[in-house]
């Protein structure tokens, strides 16, 4: 027999937790003799608390500060990639790319083939690791094939050297060291051990290390910082191609180096803003939509025109774009764009303001306020609480019986598990 179990959470919590307006309705119809009606009150409540929830993040969304103040970045040649990060401002600068950056590396000297082994010291080790005038450490592989000394040097990652064996053609192959970070932070130089050891750390007063590249192994690439040149007169260095705040807030990766310059600008862009602003109409029209249909109101669409106008001059609102037409919000792209790029600063004190501070709309120094986005928020939020507050004291009935069907629900658990009990021994 299974055991009997409640809603997840608790049999009670499902009825407290639930909407107001499901007890509501059902309590209403009981009293004036109608038949209740199921659980679609409930439905109709949990319908409108989500459109409410749609609506709040769609508002929240369009006020952050990030929406209100995008550019967007590019560049002239696909050399150069720019990026536009939150804080960027808008402006135009020419680039040119002298050099990429590129991680130092050497070859070996000595040739072998892979399955023929080696004598660690016929590829000249071991070898010091100098970086900054220190000994990070040492290169000691052992003896072994050529994949196998590359392999034994792999391990001693913690040097900043990788190694691989690369082919030269004929089943030939030569050792190859590079450099694990790109730039000249990365850069190494191998050097003849000393007798004795010279210690890990930086080099002592008059150690001349003996250099082992033009022996052991020859130079392939240095280990070199990549290098852009602004129009502005700015010489900027990077190790990882990346250069940040080229423009204030841009960020420019080089992919290709050139004589030619590229030009980085970066403009305004109100796409997201406008998206931002649709997402709220239509959030507000879906909410009071349903509020409509779940409690036959019409009172939330006809505080439409006072949500939009009071106390920001109707001439403001309209020159956003936003106007009430027959019961529902209406927003007209074109008139906003135009609003915003004639004046940001006074198109988003009327929609979303970032205080309650008085902000200049009309050219007049208006009262503080709450923006049309709020009051939207504010109308919805009271039409669902108006279709919802008649017989509150229905939920708090229930609330009260919490604890007796809380223990009618334990008590069932525990004849449950007697009768399991008891049939097991049959």
Do not use: C
């Not at 070898?127 to 000691?140: A, P, T």
């Not at 902000?359 to 504010?378: F, K, Y």
Request: hydrophobic residues 45%; without cysteine.
């Amino acid at each position: 027999m299974d055991a009997v179990e409640g809603p997840r959470g608790g049999l009670v919590s499902a009825y407290v937790t639930a909407p107001a307006a499901a007890f509501d309705a059902a309590a209403t119809a009981r009293r004036n003799g109608q038949p209740p009606a199921g659980g679609q009150e409930a439905d109709d409540a949990r319908a409108i608390n989500l459109k409410l929830a749609s609506l709040r993040t769609a508002a929240d969304a369009l006020t952050a500060a990030a929406s209100w103040a995008p550019v967007t970045a590019a560049a002239s040649s696909p050399s150069v990639v720019a990026v536009a990060h939150p804080a960027a401002v808008a402006g135009a600068v020419d680039v040119t790319v002298s050099r990429l950056a590129s991680a130092k590396s050497v070859v070996s000297t000595q040739e072998a083939t892979l399955s023929q082994r080696l004598e660690e010291a016929t590829l000249g080790f071991p070898l010091d690791v100098i970086r900054d005038g220190q000994k990070i450490g040492s290169l000691r592989p052992g003896s072994g094939t050529m994949n196998e000394i590359a392999a034994a040097l792999r391990k001693a990652s913690d040097l900043g050297v990788t190694a691989v064996a690369i082919s030269i053609g004929d089943g030939k192959y030569r050792l190859q060291l590079t450099a694990t970070k790109s730039g000249q932070d990365g850069s190494f130089e191998l050097a003849q051990p000393t007798d004795p050891p010279r210690p890990r750390g930086p080099l002592a007063a008059g150690d001349v290390p003996v250099s082992a590249e033009g022996a052991a192994f020859e130079a392939v690439a240095p280990g070199a910082d990549a290098q852009l040149r602004t129009s502005d007169g700015r010489t900027l260095a990077s190790s990882t191609n990346t250069f940040p705040d080229v423009l204030p807030g841009v960020t420019v990766t080089a992919t290709q180096a050139g004589p030619d310059p590229v030009t980085v600008t970066a403009k305004p862009d109100t796409s997201r803003v406008v998206a931002g602003l649709r997402a709220v109409v239509e959030a507000t029209n879906a909410a009071l939509d349903q509020i409509g249909r779940g409690s036959g109101t019409s009172d939330a669409a006809t505080g439409l025109a006072a949500a939009l106008t009071a106390p920001v001059a109707a001439s403001a609102v309209a020159r956003v774009g936003l106007r009430v037409d027959e019961g529902r919000l209406a927003f007209d792209e074109t008139a906003f764009r135009a609003a915003h790029q004639s004046d940001p600063v006074a198109v988003r004190a009327v929609v979303a303001p970032t205080s309650t501070a008085g902000a200049l709309v009309d050219g007049t120094a208006q009262d503080a306020q709450a923006g049309v986005v709020e009051r939207l928020i504010d109308v919805t939020g009271r039409a669902a609480l108006s279709a919802a507050e008649p017989l509150a004291e229905v939920r708090t009935a229930y609330q009260r019986q919490q604890p007796q069907l809380e223990s009618a629900l334990a008590s069932l658990q525990q004849q449950s598990a007697w009768l399991q009990g008891r049939l097991a021994q049959v």
